[in-house]
């Protein structure tokens, strides 16, 4: 079971907030693109394209001090759990929400996981595709931002499509790359009265997918 480690370090989770959005704006020169919304205390869920490891870190430096102490990313807990240190610092440093995608136990439904922390009034960066992806093209969204969206319609969804961050720490790396990144928020997206899940689903990843600054770059 996900234990969301909210006051267990709160001093080492401040600091290693503050640390990461300083380095990330540091080497990336982050810069957010508000291009459908504006920063909000607002409640919301943040989903994105997932190239890096760092993609959360990136989008997290764009949010207000406010919004990154009570806005936490989603992870596959099969990855970070794997050792100690692993879990020590996607839990209790960085206060991540570990799901598992062979759950057995009713408590481990990523599902219920996610909307336990919602219900803290807290916020989540979900990443829909599932699974890292490299191109600029995006794999089908699975289903959970639906069933968040049915079960929570008063939180905000917000298609986020973050730049350059597979160079910028691209896969098995561990240094990152000094390059220039932007984070693009887009408008809220809202399922529709009566609206599929597989239509929502396609919409909403065309929302996002819309946001690609450079979508025809060849590099």
């Known amino acids: 079971m996900n234990r969301l480690s909210l006051r267990t370090f709160p001093l080492l989770q401040t600091a290693t907030s503050v640390g990461l959005s300083a380095l990330a704006r540091a080497v ?17 869920i943040y989903f994105a394209n997932h190239t890096s490891h760092g993609d959360f870190i990136l989008l997290s430096a ?5 919004e990154r102490a009570t806005t936490h990313a989603v992870a596959a807990a099969e990855y970070w759990r794997k050792s100690r240190l692993r879990r020590f ?12 995608r062979q759950w057995t136990r009713p408590e481990e439904n990523p599902i219920s996981v996610m909307l336990s922390v919602l219900d803290r009034g807290h916020s989540l960066i979900i990443f829909p595709e ?17 069933n968040l969206s049915m079960a929570r319609p008063e939180v ?19 240094l990152p790359v000094p390059l220039l990144c932007r ?15 597989r239509a ?20």
């Open 28 to 44: 990336t020169g982050v810069r957010p693109i508000w291009s459908g919304c504006q920063p909000s205390d607002r409640q919301r």
């Open 62 to 66: 764009c949010l207000s001090e406010r």
């Open 89 to 100: 610092i996607a839990e209790d440093m960085l206060s991540s929400v570990l799901i598992s």
């Open 130 to 146: 599932g699974t890292r992806n490299m191109s600029d093209e995006l794999l089908p969204f699975r289903s959970g931002l639906y």
């Open 156 to 174: 905000e969804l917000i298609p986020c499509w973050i730049e350059n961050m597979s160079r910028v720490l691209p896969k098995g790396q561990f």
């Open 183 to 197: 984070v693009v928020f887009g408008a809220p997206v809202a399922v529709a009265p009566g609206e599929e899940r």
């Open 200 to 219: 929502f689903l396609e919409r909403a990843r065309a929302e996002l997918l819309a946001l690609n600054p450079r979508p025809d770059r060849d590099e």
